[in-house]
């Protein structure tokens, strides 16, 4: 059984008076960081024996010289078993995960331990790293379920997982711990599925050397370099998305190497699940592309624009992602609308759904038409009417608002970070840095610049009609998921998304109704059936938070474990 909150999950035992004790107390000495505690378990013998993939050593001496030189940051352990081999001779193994500065590492390590006037010793100790073993059979018992479905909570359930998926969830009568099975106890917490974030942006940093567009630094960070580094080291904002209980994300447009994130992820306990549209079609020009590579595919005519759709269905593209901006004066809507709609038409023969950024409503509107699936970002030009309402319903269109990205830009205008909306212990040092710099960084804008007065009207516009429309699309019942942008100025890769639960309840959605926005409907708008909810069968992505989500959604700030294809995490050990 195990307990929580611990470090490392583990229950320790004080007493020795059984080879199990001895095994416990052995390993809770690591816990413990406790040298003299973790060496007065082994036999002080020239034949004591250790065991790894490098084959075997011998010796007390060398191994008590090497000992404490690196605790592991985390050391789980579970699935403690001990056959007797005889009356004074046992032998023991348990399940690992060790976490350190390299990374995390699964494994299996045995004791072989020897009854001694002073207790029970080990003599062999071995260990084995398993990385391509799925987790072991664990269940999580006790706390309050909001199974993702808008159901009415379950006291005391179970959910029980194996092999990354979940195997039973329901009440303790209905789901039994089977025997080869730990449990962690969760009395007095809430389990809910991983949170899905609908709209993100690996091919942006999550600050303004990201997008130069917003605010030109490219002197100090060479824009092809910024690039480059994502492309190369996109896992670090893996770990932020897990701390944030962010287990599924859509990247709906960025440069082509996002595409392989997909297959990278797929089965990953260590990163969340992405899926990616790849480069987005742009109604305008967009200058923000790299010699070798383009983020953005100019609609440029008809043809482009359908051989672009087959490309991606070719490329592995989850989706289609139309950047609708009506281009500067004069505006040719017929030619831009018809692009568009090619777009939607190309995307219906080869499968593939149609996303759309169109924040004006005409463009939102226009989209609905072309077949949009997914519209991210809330309408900011005006108030959504009933036609807008219709198209939505007529298409099966899921509505991300994306209330909180405008924020970020404020904030970098302003030249003022608002850190404690977003939980920092979650960001890479690296962006927490240049996000903590913004206040000395970041240039002031003249005040008589037309490009700043002209984005400081386009972010009050949102501010002013985004929370509303949000409102009337949910009462008209059309279905709305969670999505941050995150990657854009200031809106950090997963730790954003409490700013926009938050946002969304206070537009006057219902905690509940967030918390379905947040998973079963983001598991909807991305095309995936195994995840976002807490039912047999589904992947076994979960938090366990410490206060209830159904009083305030801001309680899903308070995360005790993560858990990713049935890998339990604590929030401490995913923190940086």
Same mark, same amino acid.
């Given at each position: ?128 790293? +398993? ?103 996109? #896992? ?10 962010? +287990? ?138 009933? #036609? ?42 690296? +962006? ?7 206040? +000395? ?136």
């Amino acid at each position: 059984m195990l307990s929580l909150p611990l470090p490392a999950l583990l229950l320790v035992v004080a007493a020795q008076h059984t080879p199990l004790d001895a095994f416990r107390d052995n390993v809770a000495a690591i816990h413990a960081r406790d040298r003299a505690a973790y060496l007065s378990h082994y036999l002080h013998t020239p034949a004591l024996a250790r065991v790894g993939p490098d084959g075997l050593r011998q010796g007390y001496d060398d191994f008590a010289r090497g000992a404490g030189a690196g605790w592991p940051d985390t050391l789980v352990a579970t699935h403690f078993r001990i056959v007797p081999v005889t009356r004074d001779v046992a032998y023991g193994v348990y399940r690992y995960r060790v976490v350190d500065s390299s990374g995390s590492v699964r494994g299996v390590s045995e004791r072989v331990l020897v009854r001694t006037p002073r207790g029970w010793k080990v003599a062999v100790t071995t260990a084995f790293p +398993t990385p391509d073993a799925a987790p072991p059979a664990m269940a999580i018992t006790g706390a309050t379920l909001l199974d993702g479905t808008g159901a009415a909570p379950l006291r005391d359930a179970v959910v029980v997982m194996r092999d990354g998926r979940i195997v039973c969830a329901g009440s303790r009568g209905a789901c039994t711990v089977p025997p080869d099975a730990d449990s962690v106890s969760a009395a007095g917490k809430w389990v809910v599925p991983g949170l899905i974030d609908t709209h993100v942006h690996f091919s942006q940093t999550g600050w303004v050397d990201g997008r130069p567009d917003a605010l030109d630094l490219r002197q100090q960070y060479p824009y092809e370099t910024v690039a480059a580094e994502l492309a190369a080291r996109p #896992e670090r904002f893996f770990r932020s998305y897990l701390c944030s209980g962010v +287990t599924s994300v859509f990247d709906v447009g960025g440069f082509p190497w996002t595409l392989d994130l997909q297959e990278r992820t797929a089965k990953s306990t260590t990163a969340p699940r992405v899926l990616a549209t790849g480069a987005l079609l742009s109604t305008i020009d967009f200058w923000l592309n790299l010699p070798d590579q383009r983020a953005f595919i100019y609609m440029a005519d008809e043809a482009t624009v359908r051989q672009a759709v087959r490309a991606h269905k070719a490329w592995g593209a989850r989706a289609i992602k139309v950047w609708y901006i009506m281009p500067p004066q004069p505006p040719d809507t017929a030619r831009v609308s018809a692009l568009v709609h090619a777009a939607g038409d190309e995307a219906r023969k080869v499968g593939l759904p149609l996303i759309v950024h169109a924040t004006g409503l005409w463009e939102a509107k226009d989209a609905l038409r072309a077949g949009a699936k997914v519209l991210v970002h809330s309408v900011w030009s005006a108030p959504v009417d009933d #036609e807008f309402i219709a198209l939505a319903r007529a298409a099966g269109t899921t509505y991300v608002p994306t209330l909180t990205v405008v924020e970020g830009y404020s904030q970098v205008a302003a030249r003022r970070f608002e850190r404690d909306r977003q939980p920092l212990a979650c960001v890479d040092p690296a +962006t927490r840095a240049k996000a903590l710099a913004t206040d +000395t960084v970041a240039p002031a804008q003249r005040a008589d610049d037309a490009a700043q007065r002209a984005r400081a009207a386009g972010i009050a516009q949102a501010r002013a009609l985004g929370p509303g429309n949000l409102k009337k699309v949910f009462d008209a019942g059309i279905p709305i998921a969670l999505g941050t942008d995150a990657g854009n100025p200031l809106t950090l890769h997963g730790a954003s998304v409490f700013m926009e639960l938050e946002a969304m309840q206070a537009a006057g959605l219902a905690p509940r109704d967030v918390l379905v926005a947040a998973t079963r409907n983001g598991a909807r708008a991305m095309g995936l059936d195994s995840t976002g909810t807490v039912r047999p069968g589904a992947i076994a992505d979960l938090l366990v938070l410490d206060a209830d989500p159904l009083a305030d959604i801001g309680n899903v700030r308070r995360i005790a474990l993560v858990v990713r294809r049935g890998e339990i995490y604590t929030r401490h050990e995913l923190e940086y």
